[in-house]
């Protein structure tokens, strides 16, 4: 992210007293690339190599059982990409992923804006406050999960009784398991995804802290003067806000959209512990798992795994254009 | 002589005056407005982080009963306050517990482990970035990030089958060799934003002084690193603590291999055990994370987003 600032330096070698310098630039050149060794040799074999290999598996017929005795010069076929393009239960989940991936982002940015504004001005308390919040996103997902599904737990969980006792539900809501409730409003029936509503809530709740977190660095380190000069001018704390604050924002802010994207379209520990992928919220990740362990067809789950990488691309490249056309700089 | 630069009395005390809108107008409604609904907002956002881990506190420290019969409860009666859920959680299952001992065993190896190998590597890696020009410097951080953008389960494939032959699935040891792995580049990015952050010229008197790089790295970058490698390894300590998919792909037919993750997940869909034990469990999962993050929030949210300040 910032390597563009530190290539600046380098050209200054050629000035003054050039020969002794470039042997110390040459000698930092190859003491460089063995300090950089043993990150490059992990990274290689255990990121790089097993991605390319993936990709290879995406265009091989290739059993769980067979692949013990697997080497890399199979037949290449395209059957896994037509199996999965062809089965009705990608698109369904592609259009799962995509609603998650967007609702979550959205809800998660937002919250986080809300809460480094209010508690931007300093008061008492605020640091521990600020660690409050936090809370959700350091802990272990494990356990925020099993915590969230004992509160939605239909017989027991707090949020249902309380739902039934102060809110007057007639009956408690299985948020986790509904693929689709009816909410009666005016006489109309209108159908609601509960469980995946349910887990873009979670992701709201446990990412907000990510934003939030860069949001009061960055406000931190505004300067107050320009704000100061609009009140004077008889601006509203909205407009201010709107006018002043957000923009000043804006770039960590796509920056911030950019990454939960990514790691959003990839997610697949929090659905697989909050429900499984049932009830409506089987997003790709969850699909690739089950391919890979229920059907046990690694290439179909290499094949999928390879497509939704290309669609998060697609997507990346999409909203990149759309912000250097808008002038903003990522 | 120089009384006409000197500000009029009549304009200093003016300039707060006009600050001081009249009521009723736009202006004076919306920053009451505003000043109310910003403690609304703090307290509610404190509520939603808040609630759901005393939830946690206090199932873990009443009896199944006492949960079943008033579920609405959000206080425990000391008539009821127990510790045997813990007792039951923590004792191996030969005790008739559910072996989070064991877990927490293992999870601390695992992470301290994964801790230990991330910063050995990435240190070094860290300052290569921030410093030496080497063939490649700029295109490191781009294929890096290039990895994040494929789901982790498609490198999991060949690394199940990869661990499998060479007969590291199962252990201990193949999971921290990922744990290394996936926070390697993380370690990187943290590690060098402080390096850059070290003024060069006091490297050049080093250097100068007739250290090697070497030496310039090991007696003061290393030194004034400090406080910046402490966060990087709190960071790598929690994402080892925390992660569940490997473990679950690699040690899942493994019980005394578990990690506190991977059990706690494991354990909470069986209908045996109560709700009441698997929330002492998540208490064990979750506590050495909470002490880490309390302890040390200050220095651990400053490594994370230096550099955020720049926008």
Do not use: C
Request: zero cysteines; charged letters at 15%; proline letters at 5%.
């Amino acid at each position: 992210m910032s390597t563009a600032v530190t290539e600046t330096k380098e050209p200054r070698t050629e000035t003054e007293s050039t020969k002794k310098r470039r042997t110390l630039t040459q000698r930092d050149a190859r003491l460089g690339l063995w300090l950089m060794s043993p990150t490059l040799l992990v990274v290689l074999a255990i990121v790089i190599f097993p991605l390319l290999w993936s990709i290879l598996l995406s265009f091989q017929r290739m059993r769980l059982i067979q692949i013990g005795r697997a080497d890399f010069f199979e037949p290449l076929t395209l059957a896994n990409y037509e199996r999965v393009l062809g089965s009705s239960q990608f698109w369904s989940s592609l259009l799962i992923t995509f609603v998650y991936t967007f609702g979550s982002v959205v809800l998660a940015i937002s919250l986080g804006v809300l809460a480094a504004m209010a508690v931007r001005q300093p008061f008492r308390g605020r640091t521990l406050v600020r660690a409050a919040y936090l809370l959700p996103y350091v802990a272990p997902v494990v356990a925020v999960t099993f915590i969230w599904r004992t509160m939605l737990n239909p017989q027991f969980g707090i949020v249902n009784v309380f739902g039934q006792k102060v809110l007057g539900w007639d009956e408690p809501i299985p948020f986790l398991s509904q693929a689709v409730g009816t909410w009666n409003v005016l006489g109309l029936e209108i159908p609601i995804p509960t469980a995946l509503l349910t887990t873009i809530a979670f992701e709201g709740w446990r990412y907000f802290p990510f934003a939030f977190l860069f949001l009061i660095a960055r406000l931190a380190a505004m300067s107050g003067e320009p704000e100061e000069a609009a009140l004077v001018d008889g601006a509203t704390p909205w407009q201010s806000f709107r006018f002043i604050v957000l923009p000043q924002l804006m770039p960590i802010i796509a920056l911030l959209a950019v990454l939960r994207t990514i790691w959003t379209f990839n997610e697949f520990d929090d659905i697989f512990l909050l429900t499984g992928g049932a009830a409506g919220t089987g997003v790709a990740s969850v699909q690739i798992y089950n391919y890979l362990t229920v059907q046990r067809n690694v290439g179909a789950a290499a094949a999928q795994s390879v497509i939704m990488a290309l669609v998060l691309v697609a997507m990346l490249s999409v909203y990149l254009l759309i912000l250097r056309r808008r002038g903003e700089r990522v | 002589m120089s009384t006409d630069i000197v500000t009029p009395p009549s304009q200093v005390a003016a300039a707060p005056e006009q600050r001081r809108l009249p009521r009723g107008t736009r202006h004076h409604v919306q920053s009451r407005v505003f000043g109310i609904g910003r403690w609304v907002v703090i307290i509610g956002f404190l509520i939603a982080t808040l609630v759901p881990f005393y939830y946690m506190v206090l199932l873990s420290v009443k009896p199944i009963e006492a949960l079943l019969s008033d579920p609405a409860s959000m206080i425990v009666k000391p008539s009821e306050f127990t510790l045997q859920t813990y007792v039951n959680v923590l004792s191996s299952p030969a005790a008739g517990g559910q072996g989070f001992g064991r877990f927490l065993a293992n999870s601390a190896v695992v992470a301290l482990a994964s801790v230990a190998l991330a910063l050995l590597i990435g240190i070094p890696g860290a300052y290569a970035i921030a410093r030496l020009p080497f063939i490649g410097r700029r295109y490191i951080s781009g294929v890096f990030l290039a990895a994040y953008l494929f789901p982790a389960i498609l490198m999991a494939i060949p690394l199940f089958v990869g661990f499998t032959r060479v007969g590291l699935r199962g252990s201990l040891v193949g999971l921290i060799i990922v744990y290394t792995a996936q926070t390697v580049p993380v370690a990187i990015y943290m590690l060098r934003n402080y390096f850059e952050t070290v003024p060069e010229s006091i490297e050049e008197a080093g250097l100068v002084d007739g250290l090697s790089r070497m030496g310039v790295l090991r007696q003061i970058s290393l030194k004034l690193a400090m406080p910046s490698i402490m966060s990087t390894g709190l960071f790598v300590f929690m994402i080892a603590w925390n992660e569940f998919l490997f473990a679950l792909l690699f040690l899942v037919d493994r019980r005394e291999r578990w990690t506190v993750s991977l059990g706690l997940s494991q354990l909470s869909g069986s209908v045996e055990i109560p709700t009441t034990v698997l929330m002492a469990g998540s208490v064990v999962l979750t506590l050495p994370i909470i002490i880490i993050f309390f302890a040390t929030e200050r220095l651990l949210t400053g490594g994370l987003t230096a550099g955020a300040e720049k926008g």
